[in-house]
């Protein structure tokens, strides 16, 4: 078994994530892990990687299948006797020019962006060492269309008492009245991916509170953050941010220096804890 660290980015053979694994094999001291559900994808991003005199690894993972996800847990379990680092990156958005209803673009999105991101969570947490870091990559958006949901909405999502039972049914009540045509009557706005990264700050938000209730003595930290508006194939071509400059902040919350109790639990951007 490997006694160096390990750090493991989702959705990395392009982006962002690309970007983030780039900057961790700079900075990182101990293995980093790109990951890719694209086999040819994802080792054609660390062949680019090596070109330019950086040693990331692959490990194939889709987090939209279950067996892909346990497949990657027993290998970083065997090798390394766990995770050091876990950047959740991996998303997905529609375009807004996009036609497909809005009810299908509610359900797709949210199964990848919240439910997979959920379930990649679950399964990797108790694998995650003392000292540990989780990073969910999420967005500025879902601050926005929490401001447009109804006060009752709002007042749940920023609840300290909410479980992540109680937000999966949000989540899967977004998602039906979507398909029904009703969600803005019931208090949600008109944004898939708003309301996906919306429920995966909340969920990063009970994760947190869960760890130091579970494991008040292994110093894990957990924070979401809003990595700004890069140009990715995602944002398109006229966002504000290179995707080195959209990594700055997940990395920075992946390298928190060890002993430190702060953020934890809370949604950053620009390198700062933002109000929720």
């Known amino acids: 078994m490997s006694q160096c660290k390990v750090a493991l980015v989702t959705g990395a053979n392009k982006g962002i994530g690309f970007a983030i694994v780039r900057a961790l094999c700079k900075e990182y001291t101990g293995d980093v892990y790109l990951s890719s559900r694209d086999v040819g994808r994802g080792t054609a991003a660390v062949d680019s990687l090596k070109k330019e005199g950086l040693h990331p690894l692959f490990h194939q993972l889709d987090i939209n299948d279950p067996n892909s996800v346990r497949t990657a847990r027993d290998f970083f379990q065997e090798k390394y006797g766990g995770l050091d680092v876990l950047i959740n990156n991996a998303g997905i958005a529609f375009k807004?020019?996009?036609?497909?209803?809005?009810?299908t673009q509610?359900?797709?999105?949210?199964?990848?962006?919240?439910?997979?991101?959920?379930?990649?969570?679950?399964?990797?947490?108790?694998?995650?060492?003392?000292?540990?870091?989780?990073?969910?990559?999420?967005?500025?958006?879902?601050?926005?269309?929490?401001?447009?949901?109804?006060?009752?909405?709002?007042?749940?999502?920023?609840?300290?008492?909410?479980?992540?039972?109680?937000?999966?049914?949000?989540?899967?009540?977004?998602?039906?009245?979507?398909?029904?045509?009703?969600?803005?009557?019931?208090?949600?706005?008109?944004?898939?991916?708003?309301?996906?990264?919306?429920?995966?700050?909340?969920?990063?938000?009970?994760?947190?509170?869960?760890?130091?209730?579970?494991?008040?003595?292994?110093?894990?930290?957990?924070?979401?953050?809003?990595?700004?508006w890069v140009r990715t194939d995602m944002a398109g071509p006229n966002a504000t941010k290179s995707p080195d400059e959209g990594a700055i902040t997940p990395v920075y919350l992946a390298l928190l220096p060890a002993g430190a109790k702060e953020p934890h639990g809370q949604f950053v951007s620009?390198?700062?804890?933002q109000p929720w």
Not at 194 to 210: D, E, F
Not at 270 to 273: F, Q, R, S, T, Y
């Open 96 to 103: 807004m020019a996009d036609t497909t209803p809005f009810g």
């Open 106 to 228: 509610a359900d797709v999105t949210l199964k990848t962006n919240f439910f997979a991101t959920r379930d990649m969570c679950n399964v990797f947490l108790p694998i995650i060492k003392p000292g540990g870091r989780l990073v969910n990559v999420s967005s500025g958006m879902g601050s926005m269309a929490l401001g447009r949901c109804s006060p009752e909405l709002q007042a749940r999502f920023r609840s300290d008492d909410i479980t992540e039972e109680e937000l999966n049914g949000l989540m899967e009540r977004f998602v039906r009245e979507a398909q029904e045509g009703v969600h803005s009557e019931r208090g949600w706005p008109s944004t898939a991916y708003g309301i996906s990264k919306t429920g995966l700050t909340t969920l990063t938000r009970i994760q947190a509170r869960n760890l130091t209730k579970e494991r008040p003595g292994d110093g894990i930290l957990c924070n979401a953050c809003c990595p700004g």
């Open 270 to 273: 620009e390198m700062k804890v």
